[in-house]
């Protein structure tokens, strides 16, 4: 599965991260441990005050960022009605609403993101009526991420659940996570899916088994990524998807330090700075509606 499936979550998490997180543990997470100027600690909901700077000296208030994210919401809305667009992303567009509908301090721009997600919803459980014959494990992964997501949003099916669980049982944790977190950290041997014509190889191959292209392995960190979301996702929705959050979160101190950019040098560097959004979305406890 490619790290692109996610991009709903992202952004999602870029809309939510800067209002309900005391992004202390982040800053103190990296190398440098410096904060960005002007940073200080999210308040409560209760001393939200809308016209605030979004920072000190900055030239939008928090109630223009609000504009902003509900003019993102609408056009992002726009881009689900592709036929296309929901059949590849349809579980990101519950991710990013779920996620706003949650997180955001605006009760206004909540109540938005509610509505929306509940009719993304039930038109993704619509197309998602039950676990296909012969499912495979990142088709079950996308029903997780799914599933959960609707049900959060109030478009809950208990039926598909038990058979998500029985279909997932049949697979293990390297079918879905590509390692298994019992015996090993995030491996560094995964290749990309081909380039040239989309087959999956395995582990360790440094050609495409069917047009012979070289392939370019995913930095650890990637693996670790998804991995982290994955069994997040199983566990919060009662589905096991090969293995636990725990048993994935356990390698968090073989991954550190997070090395810099190194002047452009660090080639992993936008993955160490993906998986650490991933960690803090995982971590972070972003409260029910
Ligand atoms: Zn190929």
Redesign the pocket.
């Known amino acids: 599965m490619s790290v692109k499936v996610l991009s709903g979550f992202v952004i999602a998490l870029f809309l939510a991260l800067p209002l309900v997180i005391d992004q202390s543990f982040l800053f103190a997470d990296c190398q440098s441990g410096s904060r960005p100027k002007g940073w200080q600690p999210t308040g409560d909901a209760d001393d939200f005050d809308s016209s605030r700077p979004i920072w000190p000296g900055a030239k939008f208030t928090e109630q223009d960022r609000q504009r902003a994210v509900e003019r993102g919401l609408r056009f992002i809305y726009k881009t689900a009605q592709d036929p296309h667009n929901f059949a590849e992303h349809g579980h990101d567009y519950l991710w990013c609403y779920d996620t706003t509908a949650r997180a955001m301090k605006d009760e206004a721009v909540r109540s938005m993101a509610a509505e929306i997600g509940q009719k993304i919803a039930r038109r993704w459980r619509q197309a998602n009526p039950r676990v296909p014959p012969g499912a495979s494990a990142d088709t079950i992964t996308v029903l997780v991420f799914g599933g959960d997501l609707a049900d959060g949003l109030g478009v809950r099916d208990d039926a598909i659940k038990e058979e998500i669980r029985r279909a997932a049982a049949r697979f293990s944790p390297k079918d879905f996570l590509e390692f298994d977190p019992d015996t090993e950290p995030p491996p560094s041997d995964v290749p990309e899916d081909?380039a040239?014509?989309?087959?999956e190889n395995p582990r360790g191959s440094g050609f495409?088994s069917?047009?012979?292209?070289r392939l370019t392995m995913r930095s650890r960190y990637d693996v670790w990524s998804e991995a982290l979301i994955i069994t997040w996702s199983g566990d919060r929705y009662g589905v096991k998807l090969g293995a636990s959050y725990a048993d994935v979160l356990k390698w968090l101190p073989v991954m550190r330090p997070y090395r810099g950019r190194e002047g452009g040098a660090n080639r992993e560097f936008v993955d160490i700075v993906y998986a650490v959004t991933h960690l803090v979305y995982t971590r972070a406890p972003i409260p029910h509606r």
């Not at 040239?196 to 087959?199: A, L």
């Not at 069917?210 to 292209?213: G, P, V």
């Open positions: 081909c040239r014509c989309g087959t495409c069917r047009c012979k292209a």
